[in-house]
């Protein structure tokens, strides 16, 4: 194995003995909070029931009777537990059929118990009764094709209005990719293109195929535009290393408040944008809070951080190899090549309470350290105060009557899924 002039380990060091790297941005207005966690019942791990012997893949949500819908990816099925950590029901399986699964990555869960999962091998969306009975399967818009539209969301959330889902895009170059290599397999060219990846689009379930319908753009940080030629959409590893954001660019954050609200982050600053269902922006939520510039003592240390969390990472003896190649001298020298935004987002997470509220996790002591401070709103949009940095971590998702879930893995890497009350309330 090769071996760099100068090890990860030392390079954080010496970085760091020059100076205080960071200047975290101005906690003087932080309200402290206090929170009083209860823990219910955990599910999951290596010691766990049958039923509850999950993948590495899940995505969970609650409905509105306190069970919480947990969708495994890797074993093809939906797991309903209940409010006191009981089994309720297991829906799907992997195979061909409707109600069955095959490739499902995402979950939207409404109040009333219904849940949706696209599925990119059935080119559709199934959508499943709060008993777990099939209600519909919603067909893709376009010819059916391997590589198809349901690859074209990163994150979804079930609208609370109605029958339809709300859905993230996905990298336009990653699209650009999908269709070459379906025209490759023979496909039509009429798969209809969808939202970017700093974009929201409603999905109608209502009928047999589904109809979008964009709502929002967010912004997005300049830069140089990418252009691939037929040879390089070939070779993946090269698409998803030039289309990897730059260190600190602003991501595109967002949940779906109870009336419909959408919250979103599109910047490097601390505003909150709240939009009306139909994407018109009607408020904004700021503290005075502000980015921290990206100096060249924070470019090493940052560097330096991800060579050495990769270090560690080989040490450990991963079994599924490295992820878009098995070369490590390349991987650390992508880690090197990587560029730069000019400053270090305030905002790394958005999660809508139950209740309205919202809780925003800031950044947290270092740059790269995305599980910060959280503030908490109220469902006034008033802010009540912040949360130290993991008292408790940001929740997957919330519940009712103060229900949270968290994801624990073990050093296995085996996850475990931990439900708890939790209260806030004013320190002192």
Do not use: C
């Not at 609650?62 to 819908?69: E, H, I, K, P, S």
């Not at 994407?279 to 502000?290: A, F, K, Y």
């Not at 080989?314 to 992820?323: I, N, Q, R, V």
């Not at 309470?353 to 006034?380: C, F, K, M, S």
């Amino acid at each position: 194995m090769a071996k760099h002039p100068l090890s990860p380990l030392v390079a954080i060091g010496s970085v760091l003995a020059l100076a205080p790297v960071l200047a975290t941005p101005s906690v003087a207005q932080d309200r402290p909070l206090t929170v009083d966690m209860t823990e219910v019942y955990r599910a999951g791990g290596v010691n766990a029931q049958e039923w509850a012997l999950f993948g590495l893949s899940l995505q969970a949500s609650f409905d509105g009777a306190g069970n919480l819908v947990v969708l495994d990816a890797f074993n093809k099925r939906v797991v309903v537990v209940g409010p006191g950590g009981q089994l309720v029901r297991i829906v799907g399986r992997q195979g061909e059929g409707p109600g069955e699964f095959q490739a499902v990555q995402a979950l939207a869960v409404w109040r009333d118990g219904r849940f949706a999962v696209p599925d990119t091998e059935h080119s559709a969306i199934q959508v499943f009764s709060a008993d777990g009975e099939l209600e519909r399967f919603v067909r893709w818009a376009g010819e059916a094709r391997i590589l198809s539209s349901a690859l074209r969301h990163r994150e979804i959330r079930a609208d609370p209005l109605g029958d339809r889902i709300i859905a993230q895009g996905v990298e336009g170059v990653l699209v650009e990719m999908m269709d070459f290599m379906n025209r490759r397999m023979g496909y039509p060219e009429d798969d209809p293109q969808g939202v970017d990846d700093r974009a929201l689009e409603t999905l109608d379930l209502s009928g047999d195929v589904t109809a979008s319908e964009p709502v929002l753009q967010g912004w997005r940080a300049p830069r140089p535009e990418l252009q691939f030629t037929s040879t390089d959409l070939e070779d993946w590893p090269k698409v998803v290393a030039a289309i990897r954001d730059r260190y600190f660019e602003p991501g595109f954050l967002w949940d779906v408040l109870p009336d419909g609200t959408i919250a979103y982050s599109d910047s490097s600053a601390y505003a909150i944008k709240l939009a009306s269902p139909d994407g018109s922006v009607t408020e904004v939520l700021e503290r005075p809070l502000s980015p921290e510039p990206v100096s060249e003592r924070i470019r090493q240390a940052t560097i330096a951080f991800h060579l050495q969390r990769l270090e560690d990472w080989l040490a450990s003896g991963p079994s599924t190899g490295l992820p878009f190649g098995t070369d490590p001298e390349q991987r650390r020298q992508r880690i090197r090549d990587r560029g730069f935004y000019h400053e270090v987002p305030v905002v790394q997470g958005i999660r809508a309470t139950w209740d309205g509220g919202l809780w925003i996790q800031r950044r947290g002591e270092n740059p790269w350290d995305d599980a910060g401070p959280i503030d908490v709103y109220n469902a006034d949009r008033e802010y009540v105060g912040t949360l130290s940095p993991g008292e408790p971590a940001m929740p997957v998702a919330f519940g009712p009557d103060g229900l949270v879930v968290h994801l624990e893995r073990d050093e296995f890497d085996v996850p475990t899924l931990v439900v708890s009350r939790v209260v806030v309330g004013r320190s002192g």
